[in-house]
């Protein structure tokens, strides 16, 4: 066989295989879009079930949520909770994790905001950002600062919400005492302070509050919970 026959066999063959494996590409990438659409309308359910979830553990606790309530709030069946949530714990599980990531986002966004900024500087931005998570999300202080009914199950995933949480304002504190900027004989007393006066600043800044009384209020509590640094 000479060169020419040579490279009109080897032409025929392509065009023989070519369509075939091209529909089979076309094929496999309309598979693939449909599959990513498919998880992508499963992710938005499951998260407007964990918000649900939330906003139910929020008004009713642990123990007056339920998933019949849940599914209903949902628009689902109950049976169709169970593909996303094998349990009510599971359930639970995720919806504290989601308020955690949250509320670190946030702070970890303002803290970013503020960089280059002294430890006062930055404290009192966090302390604004938290009190604004608190009065903009009440679900946040309703399930981690006054918790309740909680299972043992909780109590362990709930203390290591609480130390994350803490950690952020700690290392502020910390990196203002070894700066000199703050002078604080004993941290650990001064953050459990300043948490009690950012779980309580909801109620003191209450929507009922006219608004020039509450920024009043505001900048008060927040010099407040400066003063613990002094």
Not at 165 to 188: L, N, P, Q, W, Y
């Amino acid at each position: 066989m000479d060169k020419t026959t040579s490279a009109l066999t080897s032409l025929e063959a392509a065009d023989s295989t070519g369509p075939a494996k091209r529909r089979g590409t076309v094929d496999a990438a309309a598979n693939g879009g449909c599959s990513s659409r498919v998880a992508r309308r499963r992710d938005r359910r499951k998260a407007e079930i964990i918000r649900t979830a939330t906003k139910l553990l929020s008004s009713a606790g642990y123990q007056g949520m339920s998933l019949e309530e849940v599914a209903e709030q949902t628009d689902i069946a109950k049976a169709t909770l169970y593909h996303y949530f094998a349990s009510k714990d599971e359930l639970v599980a995720a919806a504290l994790k989601y308020l955690a990531q949250e509320v670190l986002r946030r702070l970890a966004g303002r803290q970013e905001a503020e960089e280059g900024a002294s430890p006062r500087e930055l404290l009192r931005a966090l302390v604004c950002e938290q009190i604004l998570i608190l009065k903009t999300s009440p679900e946040v202080a309703t399930v981690f600062s006054w918790p309740r009914g909680w299972p043992e199950a909780f109590e362990e995933p709930l203390k290591d919400i609480r130390r994350r949480h803490d950690a952020v304002f700690r290392r502020v504190v910390e990196h203002g005492v070894s700066e000199g900027e703050f002078t604080c004989d004993d941290i650990d007393v001064a953050m459990q302070c300043l948490h009690g006066i950012l779980n309580q600043s909801p109620v003191w800044i209450r929507p009922g509050v006219r608004v020039h009384d509450r920024e009043d209020v505001l900048n008060a509590t927040v010099d407040c919970a400066l003063r613990l640094f002094a």
